[in-house]
């Protein structure tokens, strides 16, 4: 099944030039919610093929359900994460969290962290 993706709110891109390998948020199916993905392929008639981050995939989607990644408040976010992760990290892993202890400046115990689940683009919050 698809994890939850954010509501579409936001019209399609018309300034977005699509083309194999572009990451991209697609309304699964025609759904309400973008999820992210990939596109690897371009039909006939317009219409693309998209790999999707949680290992879905769909065939024919119409480009006035795809919008650039980056285009919404999840899309900023993970660009952000991205460009700044590790400044990100370490506020969220010692922001309530206490400091290390002085001989363990790494992983310990009740570290908060944010780990990326099965290798994937999205990183989520959690504690060791």
């Known amino acids: 099944g698809k994890w939850r993706g954010e509501e579409a709110a936001a019209s399609p891109d018309d300034d977005l030039t699509l083309r194999v390998g572009l990451k991209v948020e697609a309304r699964y199916k025609g759904g309400r919610r973008y999820y992210p ?9 317009g219409t693309w093929d998209i790999d999707y981050d949680d290992g879905d995939r769909e065939s024919g989607v119409t480009p006035d359900l795809i919008r650039g990644i980056g285009r919404s408040p999840v899309g900023r976010l993970n660009e952000a994460l991205q ?3 590790a400044l990100v990290r370490a506020a969220w892993a010692t ?4 400091e290390a ?7 310990y115990k009740g570290k908060r962290v944010m780990c990326r689940y099965k290798g994937r683009s999205r990183a989520y919050p959690g504690k060791i």
Do not use: I, M, T
Not at 37 to 45: H, I, P, T
Not at 101 to 107: N, R, S, T, Y
């Open 95 to 98: 922001h309530g969290a206490g």
């Open 83 to 85: 460009k700044h992760g």
């Open 37 to 45: 993905g990939v596109l690897v392929r371009e039909r006939n008639g």
């Open 101 to 107: 202890p002085a001989e363990d400046q790494g992983l």
